[in-house]
């Protein structure tokens, strides 16, 4: 039987809608501040958004000593370490745009590594095994350069990306390089860019891991999972903006603190089985997953089986 990435029989789960009528709110709040720090002439001259920005918070640190400037970067960051990359998920303006791009790449199920990640060379990903993505590597580049005096942030930060993207368009020029991702997205995948190549998502996963044994009473916002409803069947997986493999293969109960887990809540809307999956903040439950109870005949450990319909 064989399932499209993302698609469903079922309605849209209520979380689904509720994150992207958050992130349109974000979006338009992003292109308002843009309009606003651009005109008038000589009125305000920033767009406060990009305050919240850890990259641009460490590149004013190491050129100018300016910590409290940029105070809103360092609670993010602290609310990363307590949340995880909750703001990938719900906040990034450019994000979103890539998120929202159709894309011509589609993952289907019909055997059992179907569901499994694919790494930048083709090869599947199997369960358990580390790699070190890309985006690392460009984070370290970025603030080794940052140190030595060169700025790569309108190459690299995703939100000077899309602040020099805006203004492009407002002034009647090309963004060149937001098209490129947007090709990028089309090609690869919504969240290639994302999940791969972003260093800010970089620098956000590693602060996540630093609050990875926080319990979930002590998040925000978290993502738990109850090991004895889950069926292993991969449609959290399939549903992933980040093709996350971790939810489906993980074996414990409690709070899965995944560094690259956006919070986002897509897995929890498509996990068929109840109880299985909650989104939660402060241990107060903000969505759960399916409505089956009970696990259909023959449906193994680590098998893919797409019976469980709510």
């Known amino acids: 039987m064989e399932r499209k990435r993302g698609k469903s029989r079922r309605s849209r789960h209520p979380i689904s809608w509720v994150r992207r009528v958050v992130q349109a709110l974000f979006l338009s709040l992003f292109v308002i501040l843009v309009w606003t720090a651009a005109y008038p002439p000589g009125g305000v001259n ?50 979103t745009v890539l998120e929202w791009t159709p894309s011509a790449r589609r993952r289907a199920v019909g055997k059992p590594s179907d569901l499994r990640p694919v790494g930048l060379a083709g090869r599947t990903i199997v369960a ?33 990306i899309a602040n020099r993207a805006v203004v492009f368009v407002l002034s009647g020029g090309i963004p060149f390089l937001l098209i490129g991702l947007v090709a990028l997205a089309v090609v690869a995948g919504p969240r290639f860019w994302c999940r ?3 260093p800010l998502g970089a620098c956000l996963s590693l602060s996540s891991m630093v609050g990875s044994r926080l319990p979930a009473v002590a998040s925000p916002i978290s993502l738990v999972k109850n ?8 449609r959290c997986s399939l549903a992933c903006p980040f093709e996350i493999n971790e939810v489906a293969d993980s074996r414990r109960t409690g709070r899965l603190a995944v560094a690259d887990c956006a919070l986002c809540g897509e897995c929890v809307a498509s996990c068929p089985c109840e109880g299985a999956l909650f989104l939660r903040s402060f241990g107060v439950t903000l969505a759960a997953s399916g409505r089956e109870k009970r696990k259909p005949e023959g449906a193994g450990r680590g098998e893919v089986d797409l019976r469980c319909e709510g």
């Open 128 to 160: 358990g095994e580390r790699r070190i993505r890309p985006k690392y590597a460009f984070l370290a580049l970025f603030l080794i350069l940052s140190l030595a005096g060169i700025n790569l942030a309108w190459v690299y930060d995703p939100l000077v």
């Open 227 to 234: 090991e004895e409803s889950c069926i292993h069947c991969g």
């Open 196 to 198: 791969e190549m972003c």
């Open 46 to 95: 920033e767009n406060v958004f990009l305050r919240f920005d850890p990259l641009a918070a460490f590149v004013a640190v190491s050129w100018s000593g300016l910590w409290t400037y940029l105070l809103p970067a360092w609670l993010l960051l602290l609310a990363t370490v307590f949340s995880g990359r909750f703001f990938c998920g719900w906040i990034c303006p450019l994000g």
